[in-house]
């Protein structure tokens, strides 16, 4: 089975602070993303990466930015945490190709920042 | 660009109903299709898809028929339980857009006993 963890369930940050969030898969996917996702609005595209040290924006990366020093693990660092990225981030991985609408999702880390 | 609406919940069912969510999509090429499941406390899970047009998806009892000329993705189950309880997101994956995905809102389907 393919797994794709992330390193906490709930985390509570104060403003201004800088937030990681880190994800593992063990798939060997070659594809890795990050989402937020908010009730009413679904889940939107932050950042990915298609290779290693490789990063692409998605739809919403204003305050985010991204890290990928080995292919299994891709990180979310929010630089400068604020009250409006306080959010349920999902982290999820895939092939390349045509297979990248097929990705495999970690349990996602509810983020509250105070 | 590409977009997907799915029906606005929430939706309450009693145990056995029929369940429908519509999906509607707009795309520039020829996309493969999804629905994703989340369960309470979960992250998303794939439960079925089709990748071109007149294919049916299924999976758990869940069904949905890619149709190109009224580009819908509707999913139907005919009897549902209450672990059928989750949230539901229509999604699509398009070359145009280099295969990443675009989901709908999300469906709220609550079915009690």
């Known amino acids: 089975d393919v797994k794709v963890t992330q390193s906490s369930r709930y985390l509570v940050k104060r403003t201004g602070e800088k937030v990681f969030l880190e994800c593992v898969q063990d798939?060997?996917?070659?594809?890795m993303f990050w989402y937020r996702q908010d009730p009413g609005l679904g889940l939107r595209l932050i950042y990915f990466?298609?290779?290693?040290?490789?990063?692409e924006k998605g739809d919403i990366p204003e305050g985010y930015s991204v890290s990928r020093e080995k292919k299994e693990r891709f990180s979310l660092i929010l630089e400068s945490a604020s009250t409006n990225q306080t959010s349920m981030y999902l982290c999820?991985?895939?092939?390349?190709?045509?297979?990248?609408?097929?990705?495999?999702f970690g349990p996602g880390t509810r983020l509250t920042v105070l | 660009g590409d977009s997907v609406t799915q029906m606005e919940g929430p939706v309450t069912l009693s145990e056995e109903a029929f369940l429908t969510i519509n999906c509607t999509y707009t795309?520039?090429?020829?996309?493969?299709l999804f629905w994703y499941v989340q369960y309470p406390g979960e992250g998303l899970q794939l439960l079925l898809k089709?990748?071109?047009?007149?294919d049916k998806g299924s999976n758990k009892g869940f069904e949905a028929t890619y149709r190109k000329e009224t580009t819908s993705f509707h999913l139907e189950k005919g009897s549902v339980q209450v672990s059928d309880s989750a949230v539901y997101f229509c999604?699509?994956?398009?070359?145009?857009?280099?295969?990443?995905?675009?989901f709908g809102a999300g469906t709220t389907v609550t079915v009690r006993a």
């Open positions: 999820a991985s895939s092939f390349l190709g045509r297979e990248r609408g097929e990705q495999f």
């Open positions: 798939m060997d996917h070659e594809n």
């Open positions: 990466s298609y290779d290693v040290k490789m990063k």
């Open positions: 795309a520039t090429g020829y996309p493969s």
């Open positions: 089709a990748t071109k047009a007149d």
């Open positions: 999604a699509l994956s398009d070359l145009a857009n280099d295969y990443k995905l675009s």
